[in-house]
């Protein structure tokens, strides 16, 4: 098992910029990928960002060059930083694990662990 706690949500301006954090704890040996969603209200949730765990990352081209995941090996965990920030980046951001198949890592349903969601919400 693999316990994931996200944190850093929070309300910001337009333009601005904030750190989600995801710690991750128990058996990390067994994913091969950590991953952030977000999910606006009344919509889907979304592929946001990918790290491997040899370290090549991907993007979803909505935030392409504005976000950008990161980990710190020693303490388990991975940073999402997000620059530039709209409103339609307005969702509630979850942390997901799992042992991920290498064409499939935009479906949800391949993350095996999640997190609680943390909420952000950009202002105008």
């Known amino acids: 098992q693999v316990q994931l706690v996200e944190s850093g949500g929070g309300l910001v ?20 990928a950590i991953a952030w969603f977000r999910q606006a209200p009344g919509k889907e949730r979304e592929f946001v960002t990918l790290r491997w765990s040899g370290g090549s990352t991907y993007y979803a081209d909505s935030v392409k060059d504005r976000f950008t995941i990161s980990r710190d090996n020693a303490i388990n965990t991975v940073y999402l930083q997000m620059n530039s920030l709209k409103p339609e980046d307005t969702a509630v951001y979850y942390c997901a694990a799992g042992q991920v198949t290498g064409r499939n890592f935009r479906n949800q349903n391949e993350y095996r662990y999640w997190g609680q969601g943390t909420q952000l919400t950009v202002s105008s």
């Open 13 to 32: 301006q337009a333009g601005g910029s904030l750190r989600l954090s995801c710690a991750a704890s128990g058996s990390t040996f067994s994913i091969n």
